[in-house]
């Protein structure tokens, strides 16, 4: 069955980088569009960002352009977001989600990666 | 960007009983691409329904959207235990630029 696995995630000090990823199994990869979904804990979903099937085109929420950046290893079968500069308004659940049509709704998710943003 | 307001925030209902929960956006939705999520304590969103309309594979038919334009409508007949969660509804009409609704909680009254 399809299985979407992050990892990644932990307590970073604010200024400092990550690099989230999420394995993916179950599925053709490569032919599904990927995106990041973000949430605080006890609060709501916010979109982060997408990536095509083929990793050509990359799309970011206004509120993480420029720091965020998404990429896709599709002989790995794994989607990643680095996160530069990180913020303590960065901490937040990252989920990994699939997008079978590239519509633009997410038909898999999966469990997500929690990152602390802190000193 | 498309702003999306969910009502009412929490929804306090007895099993058996219907819901409906509302989903508003500040804008015109375009094609009705949207979408509604389930989402339990300590875990992932599930997918409902696409198109304002259509099942998620595996869905229910207690579970129905309708809507369209500006006004969306998820409906839930008879509610089963497991339905006690919080539901999300999501645009992308604007794709790629997607958005959520603040969620409506589904409560045991």
């Known amino acids: 069955q399809v299985q979407l696995v992050e990892s990644g995630g932990g307590v970073v000090q604010p200024g400092r980088s990550l690099r989230l990823s999420c394995a993916a199994s179950?599925?053709?990869?490569?032919?599904?569009?990927m995106h990041w979904v973000r949430q605080v804990p006890g609060k709501g979903l916010e979109w982060v960002a997408a990536t095509s099937y083929d990793g050509n085109k990359k799309y970011y929420a206004d509120s993480v352009q420029g720091r965020f950046t998404i990429s896709r290893d599709n002989s790995r079968n794994t989607l990643y977001l680095y996160i530069s500069t990180l913020r303590a308004e960065d901490s937040a659940l990252y989920y990994c989600?699939?997008?079978?049509?590239?519509?633009?709704?997410?038909?898999?998710w999966g469990q997500g990666s929690l990152v602390t943003v802190s000193s | 960007e498309i702003v999306l307001t969910q009502s009412p925030a929490t929804l306090s209902l007895s099993p058996g009983e219907g819901a409906t929960l509302s989903c508003g956006a500040s804008q015109s939705v375009k094609n009705n691409y949207l979408a509604w999520y389930q989402q339990k304590p300590g875990l992932a969103p599930r997918l409902l329904m696409y198109d304002a309309s259509r099942r998620a594979t595996g869905i229910p038919d207690r579970f129905t959207g309708s809507g369209s334009g500006t006004d969306f409508t998820l409906t839930i007949s008879g509610l089963e235990p497991e339905d006690f969660a919080v539901y999300y509804c999501q645009q992308y009409g604007t794709s790629p630029a997607l958005t959520f609704g603040g969620g409506t909680k589904v409560e045991i009254k």
């Open positions: 989600a699939s997008d079978v049509y590239s519509s633009g709704w997410f038909d898999n």
């Open positions: 179950g599925f053709t990869f490569s032919r599904y569009a």
